[in-house]
């Protein structure tokens, strides 16, 4: 049958071959006649010429055009009319313009260089007889450039980067290693040979160590092999053979014909078929009208042929390989289907529906369903979704729209947060100043067009963040809340006189005495106060103008001595010091002049009244008053007849000073109220600016003012002085109303368009943001700023599922196939039985098998095994249900069967081993066991409450330390081992303890210390104050400034004190006293003291200090020499002041001071000079004074501040020229420019501590099942540590295990031997089982079987379960199994790496059997794979020692394995080695050292140049068997070799091993032959003499002991 079936195929292939040859011909000759008839109508075709440059806006809105001509098909140009108008090419099209200012939005992308390529050429040329490579040789490589866009990474046209820069090059010249020849190991040993007759092969291999590279010789034969001799009991010429059963492989799985088909009930029949040919073999239970999908099964049969091959491989009569049991011919299969699917949907909407700078194209998408599913190994099904870039369709596309980051105003500026980092128990109760933080809010928002923004505050609703490119704007800042601090004053002026009120309307006979100060340095802040500047104090008749009176000397009337006068000089001065007319003054003027006296010859002279000293008090109360004295003192004493000397009160006069009451009077005002709107100043509104901004108005601003009298508080208004009265209206800016603004609400989040499983709430919701709070009496800003609602429409998921059917009945093979195949009738055996299956929803509605296929892993088998058993086969009832469990862990259960029908009677059915009827096997068992497994994680705080918030905020320090939890992970197993859940174990699959995180400390220093005083008391000094260390830094806290040796840190600031602050106050000189013995008073000389002390001029008393404070370089002297002048001599007056000395210190200006006589004396001797002279020299008596200026100070800080804005301040101070600090007067007086600015502001930077957020949400697991996953939750820095401040932690990141949840799998085993089902040799089927099993997801943990039910659906298809194999005949040539890989070996040159990655190969060589199935051989086969971890191996030769002018050469790579190739062959060392020149004299040979030398008993007679000459017999070296000699002398030449093997014959009787050598054995039976040989020849020349000629005995020893050589 099977043959005719072939021979009929055959004949219908003949016959559509020919047909087929006909249908082609006919073909070509129709489309040459076409051909030809188009040839007629296409003589025009159009031609386009070149794009034009692209023109237009920049961007994708460009055009660019070209020219199309008509041209003929000969070359000549035609009009437009002759060609085709539907074949035109497009004239115009749009294009990209490319702009200068997009550079920065392409950019040509370079890829790495690939690997070195040998160039062509090279590889051609490269033979071994070529130039030999030393290093390397000559290559390219390419690398990949491209024009992207870099905003999204899309690929773009070249031309568009070309325009900002050139292309890289794609290509360059490089270097690759010299060729390297595949390397091969050493040949194992042959195989054994067989021991049966006939023709047998012996074979060897070898494997590939190292590919060929570079352009490398390939690799050689792998295998050798070579025939065996026959055995020596096997007859000559006959060989023995074995035979094999040979199964082919199995058919194409086909449906069987209507003839082919049992109507028995085996099989199914399905006649909806439109063939009549063939029958679909499916489960008829379900019809169409289900309409549910199915998933079914077409059964068919498939068949084989078998052989019987003989052990040459030839093929011999079945009849030979005959045996119980013949292989299985046919089966029932499954026909392949192809998978089936419905027609793709339409295309979605583009993503992108507007028109953009960004050239990236938008995605559109279409799927389509699996209607079928593919089976028994059809087209697996092709992809299911299916995308494409697409443009916004339409002629004028809308703009997308652009989006850019959008800040809310800054936040006040919260200086707390600073302060509790430098101070913890900071309270709100301290002012607030200094450095701070201020936040803002950020986001994301639509950039609306120019034009709609004009004239309008831009305010657009909030979109998510991710539409927002580029970083976004910082959401805080240091900031600063400026100090306030309080003015400095000067010290008071004196008092003014008692004047009037308003000198400009006098009235009454009250009046005031006034002093004042001036504002040194103004006050800063907000609630910086400056105390009143003008004192006040009431005085009786007050005066606005007075004279001021100055006399002259005394001018005697009559002759040179008694009474004369003085004149006055009287100036006009009003309350101000200014000189006025003297009609203001009160009259009558003061007297011209006035009486006085001037001394004779013998009268008392008495000096000039020194001027009134300072008044001792400020001001007067019943308790002290106020006074000031002058003096005089006696010059001469008065002779006999003049007048007496004044007694000694005379001499001082005192006087009441500063009589007023020490109770002044002042002004002070309140505070400054809010500026309120004034309706009178109403109209200059519209023209006040402010900032240069439009203003909101003026308004005004009111204090109160009232009187106060020191150390009572306040008074009545009146009793201040009202021109003093200070301002208590001013006007203002009015502040502007700002609204509160805020942006619109942002979109409400989507709620999910697919299903959601399960039944939660889903909340959508929007939010929006306050950009500027409401302030000065503005609109408030809205409650809510956050809305929430819940998804309406929201479908819950269906969950889908596979419906299988019940199976069919077990389906065989066609019984006419049986019997015509096997012979066998009876319907049993091996079949298969099908199902459909279908998919439906949890409501049992028909669905796609889409759906399934995505909630499922795969789907439900379809087709399984079956079995219908023979009349022999034992049968036996289905298993009944497990008996129950009791609840104790040790028990078990069982389930049975039973015998059915005449299975009861058989005796080997009964054999309960092999056909069991009971099955047992352990109860499941609730007991857990929890092992700790894994790393403890880091310790964890615990959270606290979190309201949701849309933007950062900067409130305060999250909690980064304390008390806390860390976790372990637990594995929780059954008591047989298996990972279970762990909940079984515990509730949240950790062991949890208890853990601490040390909190972090500062450096702790103390308060400031007070200032200490300033170092000078005159000018400028320094101040200094400190802290010291109290507490040291640790576990992370912020570190301390730098200390000094005594943990101390100190800072000082300049200090100046006036001159004439603290100055010595001195007392009148006493009288002079005479140094005699005597009490009477005499002329002559004497000394005179006073008493000192020092004061400070600040105080209102003018107490004494410590005499340390004022200058020591200006201590008056307490004691003076003096001298009384006798009556008889010459009184001179003191001296006046001298003169003034120019500014310029010039020294040929001469200083003058003069002094007039008092009294003659009484002889004609004249008096002393009254007048003096002396040069200005500089800085003697003559001096310049400039102000001085220190540097500016350090940035001085409000109290309890640490950081933020201060002043620098400088001082200023009055120097004289020789460097001696004087009072601000003597500056003042010389009218020096005074430096401007005394203070400018400055900023401390804040030391702020790490500002670090909160931490996110812990992430999902790494791992979806056992040890190993890890979560993890981190955290970012808001804002770095600022200076000293507190660093940042370095764990910003947090690591949890999971809990490890049991890992189940599907197990592929292990393939099973190849299966040929009843055949010996040739094509069989492996298999391999599957089963779930379970493992916690190490590598060390062995995987436990369980039930397939945890593992779910199973997802393997028949290929991978099966595979087709072949098991190799005798006499077939079959391939080897894979060798094991090689070594990791990396390319190198001269020692160094070349390529970081190595290679490792493996091989597969074929065997070959029998000769005459070679050519049937496949290939060798060679596997290389990259590795890692290779070493550098280099090749070398090595060589044997010399043995007779022959060694062994092999390569050896450098680990000691010997192979084939690596080596370069031109280093190749000789083999052999010969003599050169040849030994060609009489009795030479070549030695073993490669030279020519002369045999035995001869001796070398050397040339020049150390070549042999000839030999020369030695003398008396002659024997008896000199003929021997000379036969084997002249044979010598010819081999020379044979002297050296005889050589130690002679020598040594026994080998090495103790064994006697071979030759002597040949000797002796050499010597015993000729002893025979000897006594027969006797014998026969004493019978029958006759000339006999022999072999000489010599040489029979030669040939027993030289095996085949040539020469001899």
């Known amino acids: 049958m099977g043959r005719m079936f072939l021979k009929s195929n055959l004949t219908v292939c003949c016959i559509c071959r020919s047909m087929k040859k006909l249908f082609l011909l006919f073909s070509l000759l129709l489309s040459y006649a076409a051909n030809l008839e188009g040839q007629k109508d296409n003589q025009f075709i159009w031609k386009p010429g070149p794009w034009g440059k692209c023109a237009g806006d920049c961007g994708p809105g460009g055009s660019q055009s070209r020219a199309v001509w008509c041209f003929h098909a000969e070359g000549w140009t035609s009009p437009l009319s002759n060609c085709e108008e539907s074949s035109r090419p497009p004239k115009e099209r749009s294009c990209f313009r490319v702009c200068d200012w997009h550079s920065e939005f392409f950019q040509w992308e370079v890829s790495d260089w690939h690997h070195c390529v040998l160039l062509p050429d090279a590889q051609d040329d490269f033979s071994p007889g070529a130039t030999e490579c030393v290093t390397a040789q000559h290559g390219l490589q390419h690398r990949t450039v491209r024009c992207l866009q870099k905003l999204n990474r899309t690929l773009v046209a070249s031309e568009i980067c070309e325009h900002f820069a050139p292309q890289p090059p794609t290509e360059q010249a490089c270097l690759t290693p010299c060729p390297r020849d595949c390397v091969v190991s050493e040949f194992s040993p042959w195989s054994k040979c067989s021991k049966r007759c006939g023709k047998t092969l012996q074979h060897r291999t070898r494997v590939v160590i190292a590919p060929p590279l570079y352009g490398g010789l390939q690799c050689p034969n792998l295998t050798e092999s070579r025939a065996c001799e026959a055995p020596s009991n096997c007859p000559l010429g006959e060989e023995e053979y074995t035979f094999s059963l040979k199964v082919g492989p199995w058919s194409k799985c086909r449906l069987p014909h209507l003839k082919e088909i049992n109507f028995s009930g085996r099989t199914g ?64 299969c499954i026909m392949p289907k192809d998978c089936e699917t419905s027609e793709w949907s339409s295309w979605s909407p583009c993503s992108k529906t507007c028109r953009s700078e960004s050239l990236s194209p938008g995605v559109r998408r279409r799927t389509r369903n699996v209607n079928h599913i593919a089976i028994g190994g059809g087209q697996e099904c092709p992809e299911l979704l299916e995308k494409e870039a697409c443009i916004a369709e339409g002629e004028h596309p809308q703009p997308c729209p652009r989006y850019a980051w959008r800040t809310s105003e800054w936040t006040e500026c919260h200086t707390s947060l600073l302060l509790k980092q430098h101070d913890p128990h900071w309270h709100e109760k301290r002012p607030v100043c200094g450095g701070g933080i201020q936040t803002r809010k950020v986001y994301c928002a639509q950039s609306l067009p120019a034009a709609s923004t004009q004239g309008a505050k831009e305010v657009s609703r909030p979109v998510e963040s991710t539409l927002c490119l580029g970083p976004a704007p910082s959401a805080s800042q240091l900031c600063n809340v400026l100090c306030s601090m309080d003015c400095i004053l000067s010290s008071w002026s004196a008092w003014s006189p008692c004047s009037h009120e308003n000198c400009q309307d006098p009235q009454g006979r009250k009046g005031f005495k006034m002093r004042q100060r001036h504002v040194l340095m103004e006050s800063t802040g907000p609630t910086g106060q400056c105390p009143h500047l003008v004192e006040a104090v009431p005085c009786e008749d007050p005066m606005c103008h007075r004279w001021l009176v100055s006399e002259g000397i005394c001018i005697p009337d009559h002759g040179k001595c008694g009474m004369g006068h003085r004149i006055l000089k009287a100036i006009c001065q009003d309350h101000q010091g200014e000189a006025v007319s003297g009609s203001l003054c009160p009259m009558p003027p003061p007297p011209e002049r006035v009486a006085c006296e001037l001394p004779c010859r013998m009268d008392c002279a008495v000096s000039e009244w020194t001027v009134w000293s300072p008044c001792s008090q400020s001001c007067s109360n019943k308790n002290s008053e106020g006074k000031q004295s002058r003096s005089r003192s006696i010059l001469a004493l008065g002779g006999e007849g003049g007048k007496p000397c004044p007694p000694v009160q005379a001499l001082q006069e005192y006087r009441l000073c500063n009589d007023h009451s020490c109770m002044q009077l002042y002004w002070e005002t309140t505070p400054w109220g809010p500026c309120a709107e004034n309706t009178l100043i109403t109209a200059l509104n519209a023209t006040i600016g402010w900032n240069g901004q439009a203003t909101c108005g003026v308004g005004i601003q009111t204090r109160r003012a009232f009187c106060v009298r020191s150390n009572l508080g306040q008074v009545m208004a009146k009793r201040c002085p009202d021109s003093t009265r200070p301002e208590t209206i001013q006007s203002c800016f009015l502040p502007c109303k700002k609204n509160c603004v805020v942006t619109a609400f942002s979109e409400w989040t989507p709620c999910p368009r697919l299903c959601q499983p399960g039944n939660a709430t889903i909340k959508q919701s929007r939010y929006r943001i306050i950009i500027q709070a409401a302030a000065n009496g503005g609109q408030a800003c809205p409650d809510t700023l956050f809305e929430e609602r819940e998804c309406e429409d929201v479908s819950l998921c269906p969950i889908y599922r596979w419906k299988p059917q019940k199976w069919s009945p077990c389906i065989l093979v066609p019984e006419s196939i ?11 055996g091996k079949g298969l039985q099908t199902r459909a299956v279908s998919c439906i929803s949890d409501d049992n509605q028909s669905a796609e098998m889409t759906e399934c296929f995505k909630q499922t892993n795969g789907i439900p088998p379809l087709v399984q095994e079956c079995t219908v058993p023979c009349r022999e086969d034992c049968t036996f009832t289905p298993w009944s249900k497990f008996t129950p469990c ?36 352990p109860c499941p068992c609730d007991v857990f066991i929890s092992q700790p497994q894994g790393n403890w994680s880091d310790c964890i705080l615990p959270e606290g409450k979190r309201e949701p918030q849309r933007e950062l905020q900067v409130q305060g320090e999250e909690k980064e330390c304390g008390e806390g939890v860390r976790f372990q992970a637990i594995m929780c197993s059954d008591k047989n081992g298996r990972p279970v859940d762990p909940s079984h174990c515990s509730t ?75 100055t010595w106050v001195v007392e009148h000189w006493s009288p002079c006293k005479i140094n005699n013995e005597l009490r009477s008073p005499r002329c002559g000389r004497g000394t005179q003291s006073r008493k000192i002390r020092c004061v400070n001029t600040a105080g209102n008393e003018g107490e004494a200090v410590n005499m340390s404070l004022c200058t020591q370089d200006d201590t008056p002297s307490e004691t003076q020499a003096c001298s009384l002048l006798c009556p008889n001599e010459c009184v001179m007056s003191e001296w006046g002041a001298w003169s003034k000395c120019p500014q310029s210190c010039d020294p040929y200006t001469m200083q003058r001071r003069s002094r007039h006589l008092l009294r003659p004396s009484l002889s004609s001797r004249t008096c002393a000079e009254d007048s003096q002279l002396r040069p200005c020299l500089l800085n003697e008596n003559c001096f310049q004074f400039q102000y001085n200026l220190t540097e500016w100070s350090t940035c001085q800080l409000s109290e309890n501040v640490s950081c933020g804005q201060g002043v620098r301040t400088r001082l200023l101070s009055c120097v004289r020229s020789d460097g001696k600090p004087v009072s601000m007067d003597h500056c003042e007086k010389h009218n020096l420019e005074k430096p401007k600015r005394m203070s400018i502001p400055c900023l401390v930077d804040c030391v702020v501590n790490c500002q670090i957020s909160g931490w996110t949400t812990w992430t999902g697991c790494s791992q979806t099942c056992g040890q190993g996953g890890q979560m993890s939750r981190s955290r970012f820095v808001i804002m770095p540590t600022q200076g000293e401040g507190r660093p940042c932690p370095t764990e910003l990141t947090q690591q949890k295990t999971c809990p490890i949840t049991p890992c189940y799998r599907w197990l592929l085993g292990n393939w099973s031997a190849c299966k040929l089902e009843g055949g010996e040799c040739g094509e069989g089927i492996q298999v391999r089982s599957y089963s779930c099993v379970v493992h916690n997801g190490s590598t060390s943990h062995i995987a436990v079987h369980v039930e397939d039910a945890l593992c779910g659906t199973m997802p393997f298809q028949d290929g991978i379960l099966k595979q087709s194999c072949s098991v190799p005949c005798q006499g077939d040539c079959h391939i080897t199994a894979w060798s094991e890989w090689s070594k990791c ?48 191996y280099h090749y070398v030769w090595k060589a044997s020692l010399w043995n007779n002018n022959e ?40 030695t073993q050292s490669g030279v020519c ?32 000699k000379n036969l084997s002398g002249k044979n010598r030449p010819v081999n020379s070799k044979i002297h050296d093997i005889f050589k130690g014959w002679s020598r040594q009787l026994l080998d090495t091993d103790g064994r006697v050598k071979i030759w002597v054995y040949g000797v002796s039976g050499g010597s015993f032959l000729i002893m025979i040989f000897l006594v027969f020849t006797s014998y026969l020349v004493c019978k029958k003499p006759k000339p006999h000629q022999s072999t000489p005995p010599q040489q029979k020893p030669l040939t027993l002991a030289y095996d085949g050589d040539l020469d001899m």
């Open 886 to 921: 009791s609840k104790n862990c040790e028990a078990t259960r069982s389930r049975r069967r039973q015998l059915t029908g005449k299975s009861r009677k058989k005796e080997r059915c009964q054999d309960a081993n092999l056909y069991p009827l009971l099955e047992m096997e």
């Open 1493 to 1524: 030398g002369c045999e035995k008993g001869y001796t070398e007679i050397m040339r020049s140049n150390g070549f042999l000459d000839y030999c020369m017999k030695v003398p008396g070296s002659e024997d008896k068997k000199a003929d021997v």
């Open 988 to 1062: 949240s699959g950790y062991i949890q303890e208890k853990c601490v995180i040390p909190c972090p400390f500062d450096c702790k220093l103390s308060d400031w210390s007070s200032w200490g005083s300033c170092s000078s008391s005159c000018g400028i000094g320094v101040r200094i104050r400190s802290k010291w260390l109290k507490e040291k830094p640790y576990n992370g806290g912020r570190p301390c400034p730098k200390l000094d040796l005594k943990n101390q840190v100190h800072e000082a600031v300049p200090c100046y004190n006036e001159c004439n602050q603290y």
């Open 1447 to 1486: 060694r062994t050469v092999w390569c050896q790579r450098s680990d000691g394995i010997n192979v084939t190739g690596g080596c370069s062959p031109q280093a190749r060392p000789a083999a052999i080695r010969q003599c050169v020149p040849a030994c060609r004299k009489p009795f030479s040979y070549c």
């Open 1385 to 1432: 070996e990396l390319t190198c040159i001269d020692g160094r790496i070349f390529e970081t990655t190595g290679r490792q190969s493996r091989s597969r060589t074929f065997i070959i059997q029998s000769f005459e199935n070679q050519d049937s051989c496949p290939q060798q086969v060679l596997e290389t794979r990259p590795c890692t971890g290779g070493k550098c």
């Open 269 to 332: 029949l399905d006649f909806s078929s439109d063939s009549n040919e063939h029958v679909v073999l499916t489960h008829q239970s379900y019809k169409a009208r289900h309409h549910f999908q199915l998933v079914s099964v077409e059964i068919g049969f498939q068949t084989r042929q078998v052989w019987c091959t003989r052990s040459d491989g030839k093929n011999v009569l079945q009849s030979l390989c005959m045996q119980d049991s013949f292989p299985l011919m046919a089966q029932p």
């Open 818 to 828: 049986r019997q015509g195949l096997m012979g066998i009738s009876e319907p049993c």
